[in-house]
């Protein structure tokens, strides 16, 4: 089996085949009331990694000597080497594809925790999500996600997704608008008025048509003059950043990229997840373009449901793990270094023999953000965002 | 029975059950509604694409030339400088550079094929009169998805569906589990085909081979007990390692490799010299079995277990009948699931006996696939060209045959009915009515669409409305033809 069959995802022939629709999956989202006028009005942005993303090929630890043994062919070079890793510190590097996030963090505006994890240790992808997105601390412990129940208890406020399904994470008491790029409808026909009439005691399609008519005005305005190609990922990162800083435009985006469920064929330097990691380093260099002066009120979150194994596989790929990488970037940042510590790799630190240990329950890291950065209170973070997590304090000096 | 009531229940039956009514269906039902059910839960009912179509083997011979064509093409020679990466990735990655054209011409043979297919069976969909069988077969493909946004799966997409589902479809459950996990398209979508047992004879010449665990995890969580199934990280290894060997021909690698494979339907071959030897222990069982029997065994214990009955009978009871189906009905379904062997045919059965099916009010909101083709049988159409159907499924958000994950498509509204996804859906049914109404009246539409399910503000606002296409777009947007 020298050569392993299932072999290169072309990128071509996917996107003739689903004109786009694949890598990026856009969710963006919200106008919330966080107290502040539009002029001072935090921003966050929420992007979720489906699939497990291999946070050892992220923030790559070249400094821990078991690295380049245990990983093998999916291994990133130190930096200074051929395609090594772009340098954050001594022991630590970025992967090389994510050229746009080590500027910003060699500006002090982009930070990493190289081994947080969901509280519940599962390794289904779908089961996984629902805690990631849901901030339970276990599964099936909430139906609505945390960020919409951060929406409500900020004031009452308005959401915006983009995308065509709404993930959980948004899902919940407050009706969150959602849009994706696809051609403009026509607002105003009578095909439309009649629908309102229609859906006036539908409490699924008349909330939903009635936000989805107010976010095509905005659409209009916000994709004008970009051309929003499907493989033009800066230009929809462009885009939604214009939704964030239009007049009453949403406070809270999130974003969904797939494609990191690499068990076959990662590669390292160039491959499979690099060119997914280039797609994220893209969509975030578009939204730090795009947002302007805004940049300095935002915090984007990367999160994954978790990690990989340490070991590559034997189809030159990782199966599911635990621990993984999660990235914060904006121009709201603290500067400062890791994010929680490093567990290492060596066989006796890894959990269950296989898996990066997880150092920080991702909660940490949201409420870090919510309190210190959307103004959120402690008490309304333990019961009602993250139900029960008293004992998981916020991260501070975040932002 | 009333004559209203007959053409509610003929109306549940072709909407709930089946894929949509076209033009004159409720009032040719209306007389046994549960017969015509009945009637088509039989193996050999299960509806088949029209057309001939070039067999699993053929289009892996087509894949593999592919594949040679890409490593000559690629090879460094010939390969433009370091920009071009061996392994270009899905999507919007690298756009179109170093990928030459004759690479992208046989990509694009190799996918038109499959739209093909898939346009076949949509349109199967669309125009069959055994709408019930169809959207059965359809519940199984999703139950055991793959996606053809991994390439080499794209090839056997087609005899997926019609040789491991379809062909199954109202068989035994424990058949159609092996026919699914054999076939070339799962053995390369969760990389199976590649997974090396490391103390195979491959296993030990080459260190680098070896395991993956892939579609061990995936039968155990999605094909079969479902996540809280009782099994552990040990159970998902040592069942990867049972799996190893179920592969397919490849080739690009040396004859030798294969001596004393077993070749089975549609591409399958069982190769020895990487399956890992032993006795392999799962969730307190051992099995002793050598060769490719181990997995048809393990296969065998786990489509009898019990959280493998309760799995399915709550999916389809979520298909069916609501995101929050009656306890009621999911203990029927599981009832009839043990009594009857996990016969499929009489799962049906019970499915159409259950009284809870019969409720009048439609609590399922249709996915994109299902609304698009409910909304040519409405106007008694069928789509002609995958190039106008593709893009409409892409901005639906449910493109051909490449679900997000292997969960398959979500089944619940709230998935569904975004903002956004609202809004796509009624520009493609303003797009679609313009060019498809003719000269029928839209309001005879409405009534043969929806019969008495068809509600007094909803036939109004049809017969408001200015012109003909407008009513129909009116129509198929209605809160009860979004609804089955």
């Known amino acids: 089996m020298s050569t392993p069959l299932s072999p290169a995802r072309l990128a071509l022939t996917r996107r003739l085949w689903l004109a786009g629709a694949a890598g990026v999956a856009l969710t963006a989202h919200g106008r919330m009331a966080w107290g502040a006028t539009q002029s001072d009005r935090p921003k966050l942005v929420v992007i979720i990694a489906r699939g497990a993303m291999d946070g050892l090929s992220v923030v790559v630890p070249h400094g821990d000597r078991d690295y380049v043994a245990k990983r093998g062919v999916v291994a990133i070079k130190p930096p200074g080497e051929a395609d090594g890793a772009l340098p954050l510190d001594a022991d630590f590097g970025l992967h ?13 505006q982009a930070r990493f925790a190289p081994a947080v994890a969901i509280p519940a240790r599962l390794r289904s992808h779908f089961d996984a999500q629902d805690v990631l997105e849901s901030g339970s601390a276990r599964l099936y412990g909430a139906d609505d996600g945390w960020l919409n ?9 308005r959401g915006l997704a983009v995308g065509t399904q709404t993930p959980l994470i948004l899902r919940g008491p407050v009706q969150a608008a959602s849009w994706s790029p696809g051609g403009p409808t026509r607002t105003d026909d009578r095909v439309t008025s009649a629908l309102m009439d229609l859906y006036a005691n539908d409490a699924l399609l008349g909330p939903a048509l009635t936000a989805g008519l107010e976010v095509e005005v905005e659409a209009a305005m916000a994709t004008d003059g970009l051309e929003l190609r499907r493989n033009n990922v800066e230009g929809l990162g462009e885009a939604v950043a214009r939704f964030m800083i239009a007049e009453d435009g949403p406070d809270v985006v999130t ?3 797939d494609g990191y469920d690499t068990h076959a064929r990662q590669g390292a330097a160039q491959g499979v997840l690099a060119n997914q990691l280039r797609i994220q380093d893209r969509v975030i260099g578009g939204l730090r373009d795009g947002l302007g002066e805004t940049w300095g009120r935002t915090v984007i979150i990367v999160a994954t449901e978790f990690g990989r194994t340490v070991r590559a596989n034997g189809t030159g790929g990782t199966d599911h793990g635990t621990g993984s990488a ?27 023999g296989r898996d990066l240990a997880p150092t920080a329950d991702i909660r940490s890291v949201f409420k870090g953000v919510l309190r210190d950065h959307m103004g959120l209170d402690r008490t309304a973070l333990d019961t009602v965002v993250f139900p029960d997590s008293g004992e998981v304090a916020g991260y501070a000096g975040l932002v | 029975m009333p004559q209203d009531q007959a053409r509610l229940q003929g109306a549940i039956a072709l909407t709930r059950f089946g894929m949509g009514a076209r033009p004159g269906e409720i009032d040719a039902i209306a007389g046994d509604p549960k017969g015509w059910l009945r009637a088509q839960a039989l193996p050999q009912r299960i509806p088949r694409p029209a057309g001939e179509f070039p067999s699993a083997q053929d289009r892996l011979t087509a894949l593999g030339e592919y594949r040679r064509q890409v490593q000559e093409i690629m090879r460094p020679a010939n390969a433009p400088a370091a920009a071009a990466p061996m392994a270009p990735a899905p999507a919007m990655a690298a756009d179109d550079n170093g990928i030459p054209a004759a690479v992208r011409q046989s990509a694009r043979a190799l996918l038109i094929q499959t739209g093909q297919e898939y346009l076949a069976s949509f349109q199967l969909a669309a125009t069959t009169p055994n709408g019930f069988a169809e959207r059965w077969a359809r519940f199984w493909w999703n139950h055991f998805a793959i996606g053809i946004s991994k390439i080499v799966v794209a090839p056997v997409a087609g005899s997926f569906e019609r040789d491991a589902i379809r062909a199954h479809a109202f068989g035994r459950f424990d058949e159609m589990l092996v026919a699914v996990e054999s076939h070339p398209a799962m053995l390369l979508y969760l990389d199976q085909a590649q997974s090396v047992g490391p103390n195979s004879p491959v296993g030990q010449r080459r260190r680098e081979a070896g395991l993956n665990e892939n579609l061990a995890r995936e039968i155990l969580e999605l094909h079969t007990l479902g996540a809280d199934g009782g099994y552990t990280q040990a159970d998902v290894t040592e069942f990867a390692k049972a799996l190893t060997g179920w592969s397919i021909r490849q080739p ?3 004859p030798r490799l294969y001596t004393g494979a077993i070749d089975g339907p549609h591409g399958f071959a ?22 490719g029997d181990q997995t048809l065994a393990i296969l065998s214990e786990l489509a009898a277990h019990p959280a493998t009955g309760r799995k399915v009978a709550r999916q389809l009871a979520v298909h069916f009948h609501s995101d929050t189906p009656p306890a009621s009905l999911i203990e029927r379904l599981e009832a009839a699931w043990v ?35 409910s909304g040519y049988r409405a106007l008694g159409l069928a ?3 995958m190039e106008q159907l593709q893009p409409a499924l892409v901005a639906l958000g449910q493109p051909a045959w490449a679900p997000p994950s292997p969960e398959g498509w979500p089944d619940e509204a709230a998935a569904w009915a975004a903002p956004d996804a609202v809004i796509k859906r009624l520009t493609w049914a303003q797009r679609y009515s313009e060019l498809a109404v003719r000269d029928q009246s839209p309001v005879a539409l409405a009534e043969s669409a929806l019969g008495p399910r068809l509600t007094d503000q909803t036939r109004s606002a049809v017969r408001r409305a200015e012109d003909r296409a407008e009513a129909v777009a009116i129509l198929l947007m209605s809160p009860e033809f979004q609804r089955r």
């Open chain 1, 149 to 157: 129940r951060a929406l409500s208890v900020s004031g009452g406020s």
């Open chain 1, 326 to 352: 999660l990235i914060l970037a904006g121009g709201a940042l603290k500067s400062g270094g890791l994010v929680g510590d490093w567990p290492g790799l060596s066989d006796g630190a890894l959990f269950e």
């Open chain 2, 383 to 385: 789509p002609q060209r």
């Open chain 2, 339 to 373: 009594r009857d062997g996990r016969r499929l045919d009489s799962l049906a059965l019970a499915l159409i006996d259950a009284p809870e099916m019969w409720e009048a009010e439609p609590r399922k909101f249709k996915r994109p696939e299902e609304f698009v083709i």
């Open chain 2, 270 to 291: 069982f190769v020895p010299a990487i399956h890992e030897p032993g006795t392999r222990r799962i969730m307190g069982r051992s099995y002793q079995q050598r060769g």
């Open chain 1, 255 to 257: 974003l969904s990229l």
């Open chain 2, 252 to 254: 690009n690698l040396p």
């Open chain 1, 96 to 108: 090389p594809a994510m050229t746009r996030l080590h500027g910003l963090a060699v500006a002090g």
